[in-house]
């Protein structure tokens, strides 16, 4: 869900209102390890010990300001060790209006995408007694068919790497209106999207497959998915105050906290993440303690070593020496240590899971609350690499390559990129080319990606430390390119590298050019369908004649017609970004009626348009009008092709309602 709230951030971020300050945070509640401090890692620089008490001082040194500097309302932080909680504490507020703070014990957070990490552990529950088989099709597990594509069935592998080969699906996602909430088998079918990477060779995250996993639990299993979960995950750990249900059970609806724009804005109405096993889970801080604590104890109470071990070590082909796909967890490596972890976030909430394996640590923290240009992302990165610098240090000794041929490496990355985690075959592909990503120079000739720069806490400084390997001298953090033919075919960075990659965006949807041909495009139309009423205002004043008769005049008075429409959709569009900005969920249903209307009223107006002008040019030419009428002609039709283009090319036609 990283992907959407991403999107809404961007475009959020051009209307950011004046901000109030933060009131006062209640004190905070903290529950701490009996066992001494022990030290983390040996490493060239030494490393602090890990206990409650330094902990605590170290987090309450770095939470407080940033949360209030972003306007985030209140957030959870658990950090385990081997079988023991180290720390969890809360911080500012679960209901601003209450003022009620953040429990660690008893408060839910929405984990988001962290949720996965439940269900892929039902799967390799259902590994382990032989129900699934993670290389077998699994069409073999389901009651309805996925077809092929390039010849190649789904496995279970592919749908736990994120190389499934789904696009992007939205519709039925998050919604606020408990009608929205339907049954996997219900949604598998009826949301099923289009393929369009062969299975095992594509990272492309994936909501609906997670979704599809869970169903396929259900259906070996027995039992439904939430009573699954509760029965072998939620009650052999203990974590009682958990549920994948929703709307919550009443006895825990009172625990959960209230999610929030920012701090200065009103509560949000729960979320309702329609396919519930990526995303549903609401769970305190305490409950997830004891979910890592299973995990980094060789699945104790959940799996056997051997399943556990697995699922931890395995490691799916990625883009050079970045992170990749491990069975569910995704790597992060920081300070020569290996993390398997997993983000999450829905419209409110924003979280973070981390297992450090090697050291026996697991860090957990969300937030209800992107803040106010979506500094959660921001906060939670820092923390990771902060953390790690001071309780897990290592040495990184990573070579340069040489000024000339860093230089020339930087120029093949010149360009626009589309990633592999989007619609392409449906008309939310235009947000494609709204949010594609792009590379440039600094002044000094090192690439920049300044659509990146948000996820991180600080500037960038990309180094390039071996060929087509760039290193950020900040975080070290990498960016890594394949290259064929002399060509960039692909490329990524580390945070997202395990689920998604960037390609080059194909000529015929290349933002570099098409951006400024429809603003070029939609200028002309704008001039064109003004014209007509200011020009019949000005004669009427004068009381001339209009110079077009018969069909001269049809022609003319149609193709601005055709203008006015082709206005009219482009402000439905911006209409249905600016609603699905607001609300997901308004995309799910509430405004299909305008996107029936978009794709009718679309194609009509583009090739409307074309033709019109097209025949206003040929009868201007005929009967030899002035220079000035053929050229507006001339510019209207260029105009309409860009938009034919558009329209064709981005498929913002059809009836089709999975997207």
Do not use: C
Not at 348 to 362: K, Q
């Amino acid at each position: 869900m990283r992907f959407i709230r991403k999107a809404m951030i961007g475009l959020a971020a051009f209307a950011a209102l004046p901000l109030a300050a933060q009131g006062p945070v209640p004190a905070p509640t903290v529950k701490k390890a009996e066992a001494a401090a022990v030290p983390v890692a040996k490493s060239a620089a030494a490393a602090v010990a890990l206990d409650a008490k330094d902990l605590e001082a170290w987090l309450d040194g770095y939470l407080p300001y940033a949360l209030e500097r972003a306007r985030i309302p209140g957030a959870v932080v658990v950090v385990v060790r081997g079988n023991q909680v180290v720390l969890e504490k809360g911080y500012g507020f679960s209901d601003v209006a209450k003022r009620a703070p953040v429990l660690p014990e008893t408060t839910l957070f929405r984990p988001g995408s962290v949720s996965k990490l439940f269900t892929w552990t039902a799967v390799m529950q259902q590994v382990e007694a032989g129900k699934i088989d993670l290389d077998k099709d699994v069409n073999t597990y389901l009651d309805f068919k996925i077809p092929p594509y390039q010849g190649k069935p789904i496995t279970m592998r592919n749908i736990m790497t994120h190389t499934a080969g789904f696009q992007e699906s939205v519709r039925y996602l998050i919604s606020s209106d408990p009608k929205a909430v339907m049954t996997l088998k219900k949604q598998m079918p009826l949301a099923l999207p289009d393929r369009v990477f062969a299975p095992g060779t594509t990272p492309a995250y994936s909501n609906y497959a997670t979704a599809l996993a869970g169903y396929i639990v259900e259906r070996v299993s027995g039992e439904p998915f939430d009573d699954y979960i509760e029965n072998h995950i939620f009650k052999p750990l203990n974590m009682t105050h958990s549920s994948f249900r929703q709307p919550l059970p009443a006895g825990l609806a009172p625990y959960m906290s209230k999610g929030y724009p920012d701090i200065t804005q009103k509560a949000k109405p729960f979320e309702l993440v329609i396919p519930a096993p990526a995303g549903s889970l609401s769970a305190s801080g305490a409950d997830m303690g004891k979910f890592m604590i299973a995990h980094l104890n060789d699945g104790a109470g959940l799996l056997k070593p051997e399943t556990t071990k697995q699922m931890h070590d395995f490691k799916a082909p990625g883009v050079g020496p970045l992170n990749s796909m491990a069975l569910g967890f995704y790597e992060q490596w920081v300070n020569g240590h290996r993390a398997i972890a997993h983000g999450g976030d829905t419209v409110w909430f924003h979280s973070y899971l981390w297992l450090f394996p090697d050291a026996d640590i697991g860090v957990y923290i969300s937030m209800n609350s992107a803040g106010t240009q979506g500094d959660a992302g921001a906060i939670r990165s820092a923390l990771f690499h902060k953390f790690a610098d001071r309780y897990l240090p290592g040495t990184e000794k990573p070579g340069q390559v040489d000024a000339k041929t860093a230089a020339q490496h930087a120029q093949m990355m010149v360009g626009n990129y589309i990633s592999s985690r989007g619609s392409f075959t449906n008309f939310m592909s235009l947000f494609g080319l709204l949010g594609q990503t792009t590379i440039s120079l600094t002044e000094d000739g090192k690439i920049t990606l300044p659509g990146l720069d948000g996820l991180g806490a600080g500037a960038r400084d990309w180094v390039e430390v071996e060929p087509f390997v760039w290193r950020d001298t900040g975080t070290n953090e990498r960016v890594a390119a394949e290259v064929k033919d002399g060509r960039v075919v692909r490329w990524s960075v580390d945070g997202g590298s395990p689920f998604m990659v960037f390609e080059p965006a194909p000529f015929a949807v290349n933002a570099a050019w098409l951006n400024p041909a429809l603003i070029f495009a939609f200028g002309i139309i704008l001039l064109a369908a003004l014209a007509w009423p200011v020009r019949a205002l000005v004669r009427r004043s004068f009381k001339a004649d209009f110079a077009l008769e018969g069909k001269a005049r049809r022609a003319y008075r149609l193709s601005r017609v055709f203008a006015w429409l082709a206005i009219g959709a482009l402000a439905g569009w911006f209409g249905l970004i600016a609603a699905f900005s607001a609300d997901i969920g308004a995309i799910g249903g509430p405004l299909d009626w305008l996107i029936h209307l978009l794709r009718i009223a679309t194609p009509l107006a583009a090739f409307g348009l074309l033709i019109t002008a097209g025949w206003h040019l040929w009868l201007s030419i005929k009967d030899k009008r002035r220079w000035t009428m053929k050229l507006g002609a001339v510019l209207l039709i260029l105009a309409a092709l860009v938009l034919v283009w558009v329209t064709l090319v981005f498929h913002l036609y059809g009836f089709g309602m999975v997207y």
